[in-house]
C-alpha cells in the first residue's frame, strides 16, 4: 500500500485517482457532504474571530491557527465511530470543533473564561473533551503520542473495537518519544493511528531542514514493521478513504498505521509569530491560498457534483460566521475565574472531599 | 503477626490489588518473564498472565505516556522504574502529562496512575543511578508521593497508591527490599498524608522519610544509650500531601528538629520541612532547625565514602548534641 512521494500525486491539477468512489465515500449523502463544507468554514471563521480577539489583545499567550489545513481534521475525525478516540498538539481547535465541542466553550477558552471548556485553565494548546473521545489538545511537541498509544491501549484491553488517531507535525517526528510509541504500537498490536499533519514547516524550519528521509516522513514506519501511507490533504475524499483503511486495520487487525497528510498553514507558526514572513515567501503562501486551498477546492467539488450553489454556500457561510460572533460574544460576556478557582481541579480527591483527598497539606501557600 | 520483608510486602500488595480490581496492570522493564530487577514483581506474571503483567522494552518516556494515556481512560496501571533514576528521560510525561492533565482540562480528566520503584543512593552504583528525587516529583501540585521506610507501610502505602484516583509516585529503596518487618495478614491501607511517629521522645525531633528514618532510629538509639537524650522520631511516609501537624505536634514538644534527608540540601524534602517549621513554630524552638541531607555533590562510587555522602547516625548525633 506504501508509495513514494515520487509516485504521489502533483500538488497541482486534479488527483488522478478519484477517491470519491472508494467505499467510504461513495454512498455519502448530500447532507453529509454539505455537512463537512459546513465544519471546514466553521473552523475557519471561527479561527479568524479569535484572530481578531487576540490582536484587540484580549488573549494571552499563544494562539496556533489551523486555516489552512481543515480538510485534514474534517476528514479524519469524521470518521470516528464510538469507540474511537482522537487526541493532538496544541494546534487543536479544529479537531475540538469537529468532534463537537462548541463554539462557545473553545472561544471562552480562549479568553481565559470561566465558561471555557477547561474553565480557563488550560487555555489555547489545551481543549479537552473527554465526553467525546476528544483527549487533548497537548503543548508539549510529540508529548501526546505515547498518550494516544495508552488510550489505543485502554480499548485493546478493555476489548472495544476502536482505535486513538493521534495527531502530531512533521516537526514532532523527530521527538524521540514518538518512536517509542511507534515500536510499542507495532511490538504490542496497538490499534492507533498515528496521523502527521505534514504543513511544510516547525515553526521557521522547513522540512528539508529539519527531517531526514528518503522520500517522506511516514515511511520511518517501515523500520518499525508498520503499515504506512502519504494522503494529499487537500483532497477530502482522499483524505476519508486513506484514514478509513487506517483505521479498519486498527479495528480488524489491531495493527497501527502512520499517515503523513500533505497540508499548509497560513498563518504564522503562532500569531506570535514574528517572522512569519520571513522563512518563507509570500508567494508561496499566496499560491497556496490561490491553488489548494481545501476549502475552495470542496466548494468546487460540490458545485461539479450538482449539490451546491453560491446561494447555498453563501447561507453555510453567514451561519459559520454568525456562530463565531455569538461565540466572540459569549466569551466576553462570560465571567473569569475566581482566585479561589486557582486550587481546584488539581487532585481528584481533594475535588471530591473523599478520605484521601482530606489527610496531610496538599497546598503550600501561607 | 508474621514478620516478611519489604519486598514481599510489596509484591502482597500488587498481587492484592491485581486480584481486587481488573483495571490494574503492572508494566515497567523486565516485571514479568524475569520476575523483576529486583524481584518485586516476583511470580506475578505466572500467576496474572501476560494481560496483567507485561514486560516493556527500554522506553521509559514511551511506556510511561502510555500509562499515563491509559490511566486517563480508567484504567489503573502501575509502572514500574527499575530505577527512580531513570524516570529522567520520562519526566516529560510524568510532570507534564501525568501531573498536568487534570488541572488543564479543568478537572475533566484525571490519571489514576502509580508510577514506583527504587529511588536511593547508597549501593555504589554511581551518580546517574543513585538520584531521590522526591523533592522535584512534589514539587508538582497533581503528583503525589509517598517514601514507605518499613514493609508494614511498603504494603499499606502502595495498596492505598493503587485505589487513589490521583497519580502517585512510590518512592522505595533496593537497601529496604531485604529489610523484615511484621505485616499483618489481612487487608489494611495506609492513608496518604498521614505521618508516623516511629520512636516516642521528649528532648529532640528527627524528622524523615524513607531509609533515612531507620538512620534516624539507629540514632536516636544511640542518643539515649550514650549520652541520655531522648529523641522522637517522625516518619514522613507520604511527603505531598505532608502531614505537617504529625511534624509540629513533635516539635512543640521537644522544641528541637533535626531533619535527616537522604536528597541533596538544596531544596531537597528537608528545606520545605524546615521552612514550615519556622513558619508555624518558631516561638515553640529552643534552637535553629537543623539539617542532615546526603553531601552536596553527585552521588560517588567509591563504597567507603558513599556510605559517609549518605546521612549517617555520626552525623545526626552531632547534630543533636550542638543544639542540645
Ligand atoms: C518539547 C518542545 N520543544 C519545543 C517546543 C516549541 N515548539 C512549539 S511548536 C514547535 C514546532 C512544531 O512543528 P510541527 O511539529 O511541524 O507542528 P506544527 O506547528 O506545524 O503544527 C516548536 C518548536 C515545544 N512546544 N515543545
Ligand atoms: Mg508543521
Not at chain 2, 516529560?92 to 484525571?110: E, F, K, P, T
Request: with cysteine.
Amino acid at each position: 500500500m506504501s508509495v513514494t512521494r515520487a509516485e504521489k500525486p502533483k500538488k497541482t491539477g486534479r488527483n488522478p485517482v478519484d477517491y470519491a468512489t472508494a467505499a467510504i465515500n461513495a454512498d455519502l449523502t448530500k447532507e453529509q457532504k454539505l455537512g463537512f463544507l459546513a465544519d471546514m468554514l466553521r473552523i475557519r471563521r471561527f479561527e479568524q474571530a479569535s484572530l481578531k480577539l487576540y490582536q484587540q489583545g484580549k488573549m494571552g499567550g499563544f494562539l496556533h491557527l489551523y486555516i489552512g489545513q481543515e480538510s485534514v481534521a474534517v476528514g479524519t475525525l469524521a470518521l470516528m465511530g464510538e469507540n474511537d478516540h482522537a487526541i493532538t498538539a496544541y494546534r487543536d481547535h479544529g479537531h475540538a470543533l469537529v468532534v463537537g465541542m462548541s463554539m462557545n466553550e473553545c472561544m471562552a477558552e480562549l479568553l481565559g473564561k470561566a465558561t471555557g471548556c477547561s474553565k480557563g485553565k488550560g487555555g489555547s494548546m489545551h481543549f479537552f473533551a473527554p465526553d467525546k473521545n476528544f483527549w487533548g489538545g497537548h503543548g508539549i511537541v510529540a508529548g501526546q503520542t505515547p498518550l494516544g498509544l495508552g488510550i489505543a491501549y485502554a480499548l485493546k484491553y478493555q476489548g472495544l473495537k476502536g482505535c486513538c488517531l493521534t495527531y502530531l507535525g512533521d516537526g514532532a517526528v523527530n521527538q524521540g518519544v514518538y518512536h517509542e510509541s511507534l515500536n510499542l504500537a507495532s511490538l504490542w498490536d496497538i490499534p492507533v493511528v498515528y496521523i502527521i499533519e505534514n504543513n511544510q514547516y516547525s515553526m521557521g524550519t522547513s522540512l528539508a531542514r529539519s527531517s531526514a528521509s528518503k522520500s517522506c516522513l511516514a515511511e520511518r514506519a517501515e523500520g518499525y514493521n508498520i503499515d504506512w501511507d502519504i494522503v494529499n490533504g487537500e483532497d477530502l475524499y482522499e483524505v476519508r478513504a486513506k484514514t478509513w483503511d487506517a483505521i479498519e486495520r486498527a479495528h480488524e487487525k489491531c495493527r497501527p498505521t502512520v499517515l503523513e497528510i500533505d497540508t499548509y498553514r497560513y498563518y504564522g507558526h503562532s500569531v506570535a509569530d514574528a517572522n512569519a514572513k520571513k522563512y518563507r515567501k509570500p508567494e508561496e503562501i499566496e499560491f497556496y491560498k490561490q491553488n489548494h486551498d481545501p476549502i475552495t477546492l470542496w466548494e468546487n467539488r460540490l458545485k461539479e457534483e450538482g449539490i451546491l450553489d453560491d446561494a447555498g454556500l453563501k447561507k453555510i457561510d453567514e451561519a459559520a460566521k454568525k456562530e463565531a460572533a455569538a461565540a466572540v460574544q459569549f466569551a466576553e460576556d462570560s465571567p473569569f475565574p475566581e482566585v479561589e478557582d486557582i486550587f481546584s481541579d488539581i487532585y481528584y480527591e481533594v475535588d471530591m472531599g473523599t478520605e484521601s483527598g482530606q489527610t496531610g497539606r496538599h497546598f503550600f501557600n501561607d | 503477626m508474621p514478620v516478611i520483608t519489604y519486598r514481599q510486602a510489596l509484591n502482597d500488595a500488587l498481587a492484592e490489588e491485581l486480584e481486587r480490581d481488573e483495571n490494574v496492570v503492572v508494566m515497567g522493564e523486565e516485571v514479568a518473564e524475569y520476575n523483576g530487577a529486583y524481584k518485586i514483581t516476583d511470580g506475578l506474571w505466572k500467576r496474572f498472565g501476560g494481560k496483567r503483567v507485561i514486560d516493556t522494552p527500554i522506553s521509559e518516556a514511551g511506556f510511561i505516556g502510555l500509562g499515563v494515556g491509559a490511566a486517563m481512560m480508567g484504567m489503573r496501571p502501575v509502572m514500574e522504574l527499575m530505577f527512580w533514576s531513570f524516570a529522567y528521560v520520562a519526566y516529560d510525561q510524568i510532570i507534564n502529562n501525568a501531573g498536568c492533565v487534570r488541572y488543564m482540562s479543568g478537572g475533566l480528566i484525571n490519571c489514576p496512575l502509580v508510577i514506583r520503584g527504587p529511588a536511593n543512593g547508597g549501593t555504589n552504583v554511581g551518580a546517574t543511578h543513585s538520584h531521590t528525587p522526591e523533592n522535584f516529583l512534589a514539587n508538582t501540585p497533581g503528583l503525589k508521593v509517598v517514601s514507605p521506610a518499613t514493609p508494614y507501610d511498603a504494603k499499606g502505602l502502595m495498596k492505598s497508591a493503587i485505589r487513589d484516583n490521583d497519580p502517585v509516585c512510590v518512592m522505595e529503596n533496593t537497601l529496604l527490599y531485604g529489610d523484615q518487618g511484621e505485616v499483618p495478614e489481612g487487608e489494611y491501607l495506609i492513608p496518604i498524608g498521614v505521618a508516623d511517629v516511629k520512636r516516642e521522645g521528649t528532648d529532640v525531633s528527627l524528622i524523615a522519610h524513607g531509609r533515612a528514618v531507620l538512620t534516624a532510629l539507629a540514632a536516636a538509639h544511640r542518643l539515649h544509650e550514650e549520652f541520655n537524650i531522648s529523641a522522637e522520631v517522625v516518619d514522613l511516609r507520604s511527603i505531598r500531601p505532608l502531614d505537617e501537624e504529625t511534624v509540629l505536634a513533635s516539635v512543640r514538644k521537644t522544641h528541637r528538629a533535626v531533619l535527616v534527608d537522604e536528597n541533596k540540601p538544596f531544596c531537597g524534602v528537608s528545606a520545605q520541612i524546615a521552612s514550615m517549621i519556622q513558619e508555624r513554630a518558631f516561638d515553640d524552638l529552643d534552637a535553629p532547625v537543623q539539617r542532615v541531607c546526603s553531601l552536596d555533590a553527585p552521588a560517588i562510587y567509591s563504597p567507603p565514602l558513599e556510605a559517609l555522602q549518605l546521612p549517617t547516625a555520626d552525623r545526626i548525633i552531632q547534630k543533636v548534641l550542638a543544639i542540645s
